[in-house]
């Protein structure tokens, strides 16, 4: 709903020029404190289709990873990245729900050399369990 009616219109008025801001800012300030303030946290925007720099300990892909928002090439390369972006072990937590203080569905799973583990689900988990789940079988 807030994306639909909020969101999308405010990006498409910003790249018209038609709206002027000096910062959005995506996470909760409590989050960006830690960022700034824990050398063992490290907070970063990632393009999805793009492979990672470095490898990491957890990745988190709140309400982004939709198979309707990537082709099925693109949404396969995503699941490469994730996966070559993860350290051995690495957690992914991966969830999506409809407005604050709404269940969360998702999930954590945990990079194997076979591709993903679910280790944890949170209400209905994630339409793309199984995509996850048998990402190594199909790559």
């Known amino acids: 709903f807030v994306q639909f009616l909020i969101v999308t219109p405010l990006l498409k008025a910003h790249k018209l020029g038609k709206v002027h801001s000096r910062e959005l800012n995506l996470f909760a300030p ?3 404190k830690a960022d700034n303030d824990n050398k063992n946290f490290c907070l970063a925007q990632h393009d999805l289709l793009q492979p990672f ?3 990491v300990h957890v990745i988190r892909a ?6 309707s928002y990537f082709s099925d090439i693109e949404f ?3 699941l490469e990245n994730l996966h070559s ?3 051995d072990g690495g957690l992914l937590i991966v969830g999506s729900n409809q407005a604050s203080g ?3 569905h998702g999930g954590i799973y945990k990079k194997t050399p076979k591709g993903f583990q679910k280790i944890y689900q949170s209400g209905d988990g994630v339409a793309i369990d199984q995509l996850l789940l048998k990402f190594r079988e199909v790559s």
């Open 53 to 55: 720099k470095e490898q």
């Open 30 to 32: 409590r989050v960006l």
């Open 62 to 67: 709140m309400n982004v990873l939709n198979s």
């Open 76 to 78: 396969a390369k995503v």
């Open 102 to 104: 709404t269940v969360v």
């Open 85 to 87: 972006g993860l350290k």
